[in-house]
């Protein structure tokens, strides 16, 4: 029997000002995990100098905490279908404070490491159990907008670590810096056990026997692993620019002073902010056109890199802030792929496609992440006063190979989509209305 159109669901009507004082508490959250994801992004080079490390093994703090939150989606989208999404929610913000405590204290570089396996865990919960909230409490028509909402209002983390972070950093020390951190993350936990709600009162809850065996299914299901595909695609250039290497490229590679690389990394996340809405509405409005957006800021992603990477000596200014504007709608784009795994699954399954789909893009910002610090290493330009223009562009070139990857595995998925829709399997409106 074939699975209702979502966009079809019937709804109870449901309290618009809960709803939304939920989707505020729940997006906060996520601004918590982010920033425990992104504070080594403005404060690598103290990391560095304080841990005594060279660019390779400072890496692995980011590919650490990145590979604890991709090895962590599947079985967090499956806590979020199993517990609901209040628990993993103030669950994950604990763990994001606890990993930044550690990270405070941390003298010796393995409790550091430790401090990031924490941030990985509770910010792996998070998202996934946000967007498994945003349904329950909101018609569906309304979800893609609000998914894109949540996932670029989160990224304000990031301006948070870029500016004032990386302030106190500068002005009061690592350690006071980073307890502050850790102190917020617990008052964003409290806060979510007080407000934030698996559903409306009265609405009917997921039972066990409803969601079991989801995962195989979820996985076997050609829109999810064609969003899979455009979810590592997308945001990966941004993310390892955004987490790590951008304030190092900008300043040691480029020579922008750090005022002004900071600045960039703000504007970063505001064109994230900027264009999400827009991808959005277009999603909803022309679902026929998800993967073509996707693509599409794919490849202007690359174009943005060739043409900084190739500028005669170190790029303009004016080129820079369209390179950082560019990379800003890799994050919004990469949103759109839970929209397409909405739309393929039932909704009892969405937690666990959300974890398979987020899965992507993280593999690929680890990878990035981590060649680009053993490309510095290679070239003697692995510590803060080696770094050079030219070791930058070489390093940099490390993310064509995962863009052709990534390409490739989004024009076989969306074949075999269009394949499964002309056999008339489950799931051909969706395959129709998705590529």
């Not at 595909?229 to 490229?249: D, E, I, K, V």
């Amino acid at each position: 029997m074939s699975r209702p159109d979502p966009d079809l669901t019937v709804v109870p009507p449901r309290r618009s000002g809960r709803a939304l004082i939920v989707f505020g508490v729940a997006v906060l959250a996520y601004v918590a995990a982010v920033l425990g994801r992104s504070s080594l992004a403005a404060t690598g080079v103290a990391a560095a100098e304080r841990f005594g490390v060279s660019s390779g093994v400072l890496s692995l703090l980011a590919v650490v905490q990145l590979a604890v939150y991709a090895a962590l989606q599947v079985p967090a989208g499956v806590l979020t279908d199993r517990l609901g999404p209040r628990r993993l929610i103030a669950g994950g913000a604990v763990l994001v404070a606890a990993g930044q405590v550690v990270l405070a204290l941390a003298a010796p570089f393995w409790l550091a490491v430790l401090g990031r396996v924490l941030v990985g865990a509770g910010d792996a919960v998070t998202f996934v159990s946000v967007l498994r909230l945003i349904p329950a409490w909101f018609p569906a028509r309304r979800v893609p907008v609000l998914n894109q909402l949540a996932g670029i209002l989160g990224q304000l983390g990031q301006v948070v670590s870029a500016v004032p972070l990386a302030a106190l950093v500068v002005g009061a020390g690592w350690t006071p810096a980073y307890l502050v951190a850790g102190g917020t993350a617990v008052l964003v936990a409290v806060l979510a056990l007080a407000v934030i709600r698996d559903g409306p009162a009265g609405a009917a809850a997921q039972s066990g026997p409803a969601i079991a065996g989801g995962l195989g299914a979820a996985v076997r299901e050609p829109g999810v692993r064609l969003a899979f595909w455009c979810h590592l695609a997308a945001p990966f250039p941004g993310n390892a620019f955004g987490l790590l290497w951008g304030f190092p490229f900008l300043t040691g590679g480029e020579g922008v002073a750090s005022g002004t690389a900071r600045a960039l990394l703000a504007a970063y996340v505001v064109a994230g902010i900027a264009i999400g809405p827009l991808l959005g509405l277009v999603a909803g409005r022309w679902p026929e056109r998800r993967v073509r957006l996707i693509v599409v800021s794919v490849l202007a992603q690359a174009t943005a890199w060739l043409v900084v990477l190739a500028w005669p000596g170190p790029a303009p200014l004016a080129l820079l802030v369209l390179h950082v504007v560019v990379l800003g709608g890799g994050g919004p784009a990469s949103l759109v792929a839970f929209d397409i795994a909405r739309a393929a699954v039932p909704p009892e399954r969405l937690g666990r496609a959300s974890g398979i789909v987020n899965v992507g893009g993280f593999v690929s910002t680890i990878a990035v992440v981590l060649l680009v610090g053993l490309a510095l290493d290679l070239q003697g330009a692995g510590t803060p006063d080696t770094y050079d223009l030219t070791a930058f562009r070489v390093a940099m070139l490390v993310q064509i190979p995962v863009w052709l990857v990534a390409l490739t595995g989004i024009a076989r998925s969306a074949r075999r989509v269009d394949q499964s829709a002309a056999d008339g399997k489950r799931g051909s409106r969706f395959s129709r209305s998705a590529v």
